[in-house]
């Protein structure tokens, strides 16, 4: 008769594959951030957000005990990107419940978890604090340009846009950022949930160097918007008078800035270096030039 070993057998149909566990994982995650502590960082909202797919794992006793004290140490992720890592450790927790006493496979599952949530943080950090949060105020401004709202460029000026265009400029924003990180929450966790078992799993979800790029060229793209915007809009309303060359030499300023920025990070300099670089140069135009020629500055 062939019989295999506790360590051998494969699990059966996946006990928490179900709609309704991962559908409550998935409600649980945007909580992970709710328990936050300088001990253990996420580890009361992981496990948190993993208990309903614990629970149809292992039902109750010793076993269940054991799998929550178990995601009980540090963890810490980008919250957005924490559902490839609980999509991964439900599909790896059903295994074990397969093996029980097997602390080899114990020992792996718990650093493919940390490995995952090492590797999303980064990523996540890039992709959301890095870039789309950023790229959610420059759409807001990018909006309320377009639609005639000047409000955030001449402080000082009275206004009176209608209520849908000064909620459309953060709202769209809101949304373009909102919609990406739920949609990722998703898909990490079902992508993570069917490639569980890997210190790699779902890396390849995204082509993220691509993505990456891509918002960076937007949120420069965006950038330039608002600066010629902005420029346009101050030459209007203050110097209707000026000459052709000293718009010219005011706009050249403003791009150089600009360039000045885009070559620096070309040549690994930090944000700290080309910041250094415009204040000296700044300094030295200012001290040069009659201080009243630029005054559109100050």
């Known amino acids: 008769m ?3 070993s506790g360590r051998d057998r494969v699990c059966g149909p996946a006990p928490a594959a179900g709609r309704f566990p991962l559908a409550a994982v998935f409600l649980r995650s945007f909580l992970i951030q709710a328990g936050w502590n300088y001990e253990r960082f996420q580890n009361l909202g992981f496990a948190f957000a993993i208990l309903p797919a614990l629970r149809k794992i292992y039902r109750s006793g010793e076993a269940f005990n054991a799998a929550v004290l178990r995601h009980l140490g540090i963890f810490n992720t980008q919250p957005y990107m924490a559902g490839f890592v609980l999509g991964n450790v439900v599909r790896m927790e059903e295994e074990l419940s397969g093996r029980p006493g097997d602390a080899e496979f114990e020992s792996k599952l718990l650093g493919v978890k940390q490995a995952l949530a090492s590797g999303f943080a980064a990523i996540g950090d890039r992709v959301f604090w890095g870039r789309l949060k950023p790229l959610t105020t420059q759409l807001c401004i990018a909006v309320w340009l377009l639609a005639g709202f000047h409000g955030w460029l001449f402080t000082g000026a009275v206004f009176r846009p209608s209520v849908p265009v ?3 400029g953060p709202l769209s924003g809101i949304v373009l950022c909102g919609v990406f990180a739920v949609y990722l929450r998703w898909v ?3 992508k993570g949930y069917s490639c569980g078992g890997s210190a790699n799993c779902g890396l390849d979800t995204m082509r993220w160097p691509v993505l990456i790029r891509a918002l960076s060229v937007a949120g420069f793209a965006f950038s ?3 600066v010629l915007g902005a ?3 101050l030459i209007v309303h203050n110097l209707p008078g000026e000459s052709a060359p000293g718009l010219a030499a005011r706009l050249s300023l403003v791009l150089g800035v600009m360039a000045l920025q885009r070559v620096a990070r070309r040549l690994g300099r930090s944000i700290f270096f080309a910041m250094a670089i ?3 140069v700044s300094v030295i135009v200012f001290t040069a030039a009659d201080p009243v020629r630029f005054d559109v500055y100050l």
Request: with cysteine.
């Open 166 to 168: 000064v909620f459309c």
């Open 224 to 226: 330039l918007l608002i």
């Open 278 to 280: 415009i204040v000296a």
């Open 231 to 233: 420029f346009g809009l």
């Open 2 to 4: 062939n019989t295999q």
């Open 188 to 190: 990490g966790l079902k």
